[in-house]
């Protein structure tokens, strides 16, 4: 079975800081891993996947099939960032995805 | 166009009762899934439904079902409430294509007293 593991509630950092929102996974096979984001008050929304090797909104996110990971990452946050990011993981071929638990991320000004 | 539509928007239930969830997809979407969201297990995939069939199913008890219309729109039930299902249900829309992005509803909140 495959999971999804986001080892932290909560990131607080200042504007202008460097960001790194942490996932790891277990799966045998070959996952699609994407990064979900939910800003107050809106929907559950795709920032980026793994596929795509797009970064949106300045973010970025390399998978790591060695150690299992796909970080996510930002080399100056915004306080326009401030939203709960789920990391998900879905088997090859399928569409439906495990979610990690989420990391909150706070930006201070 | 669009986006998820997800009836009702808040739901209160006793234990025992029963409760039917609606979602109408974005328009040429064929895919719905549905995810519940709770404090302590985050998001758990419950199903997916594709041209009107249950094409996966996740962890959960025979009291969770759901179904697809011809026009995409989908319905969840559960029956015999417990206090544990209160969550947040969402509701997914895609072409249904392999790894191909989600759009959620806002979803429908259910407190069962």
């Known amino acids: 079975a495959q999971r999804v593991t986001q080892p932290e509630k909560l990131l607080s950092v200042f504007k202008g800081a460097p960001v790194e929102l942490k996932c790891n996974y277990s799966?045998?096979?070959?996952?699609?891993l994407f990064w979900y984001v939910q800003y107050s008050r809106q929907r559950l929304q795709l920032l980026l996947r793994?596929?795509s090797r797009e970064s949106i909104k300045g973010f970025t996110a390399d998978l790591n099939k060695g150690e299992t990971s796909f970080h996510l990452k930002k080399p100056f946050a915004q306080e326009e960032d401030s939203a709960m990011y789920y990391c998900?993981?879905?088997?090859?071929?399928?569409?439906?995805?495990?979610f990690g638990k989420g990391t909150m991320l706070l930006v201070s000004p | 166009k669009a986006g998820v539509t997800q009836t009702p928007r808040y739901l209160i239930k006793t234990r025992g009762q029963q409760v039917t969830l609606s979602c109408s997809p974005i328009?040429?979407?064929?895919?719905v899934s549905w995810y519940q969201q709770t404090p302590g297990q985050g998001l758990q995939f419950l199903f997916e439904?594709?041209?009107?069939?249950?094409?996966n199913k996740g962890n959960f008890p025979g009291r969770f079902s759901g179904r697809q219309f011809s026009n995409s729109r989908s319905e969840m039930n559960v029956s015999t409430l417990e206090l544990g299902d209160s969550a947040l249900y969402l509701c997914?829309?895609?072409?249904?294509?392999?790894?191909?992005?989600?759009?959620f509803g806002s979803g429908t909140q259910l407190s069962v007293l």
């Open positions: 328009s040429g979407h064929r895919s």
């Open positions: 799966y045998s096979g070959s996952p699609e």
């Open positions: 998900a993981l879905s088997r090859s071929g399928y569409s439906t995805l495990t």
């Open positions: 997914a829309s895609s072409l249904g294509t392999a790894s191909e992005k989600l759009f």
């Open positions: 439904y594709f041209s009107e069939t249950q094409r």
């Open positions: 793994h596929i």
